[in-house]
């Protein structure tokens, strides 16, 4: 990653280029951390995620002070929303605003890369959190997730179980 500042010095262009990145590798899913928010005043965040085939989702959640947006790169992600299904395939970009229930997976047989961004960039270190558990041998079951998401205004929807 390289920062490019302007000749005014006022401002810093950050290029990240393919390879580079901060890795996050959570189970059957390797995300790839392309803004933390460290560069935009911590207004935005970007990762590209590549899911595996027949890799589940979060528990469907909602986020009370981010918007996450998706764009769908390769392959089918099915999006659960409340109780409907929506398959996307590449080219589709889903936007889901603060309060609405979500989850995605890869059910297919290919895998399936998006590239999503958070407004602000409050949940990217909901990501970190999870590698961290895995590193310390912790397995990542739903009230795991729960209990983490928790941290970053976030709550299970419909079925998912509470934290302990």
Do not use: C, W
Request: hydrophobic share 35%; charged share 20%.
């Amino acid at each position: 990653m390289t920062d490019a500042s302007k000749a005014s010095g006022t401002a810093s262009v950050r290029v990240v280029r393919p390879g580079e990145g901060e890795t996050v590798v959570l189970g059957t899913t390797r995300m790839r951390i392309l803004e933390d928010g460290s560069g935009t005043g911590h207004r935005l965040g970007v990762a590209e995620s590549v899911l595996a085939p027949h890799t589940p989702g979060p528990p469907q959640h909602r986020h009370a002070q981010h918007d996450e947006g998706f764009y769908v790169v390769s392959g089918t992600v099915r999006f659960t929303v409340g109780d409907q299904d929506h398959d996307a395939p590449a080219g589709t970009l889903v936007m889901v605003p603060p309060g609405a229930p979500h989850t995605f997976a890869n059910v297919g047989d290919e895998p399936a890369v998006m590239l999503s961004t958070f407004t602000p960039d409050l949940y990217v270190q909901y990501f970190r959190d999870l590698q961290d558990m895995i590193a310390a041998g912790q397995q990542l079951s739903s009230e795991a997730h729960v209990a983490t998401m928790r941290r970053y205004a976030t709550e299970p929807a419909g079925d998912a179980p509470a934290a302990p």
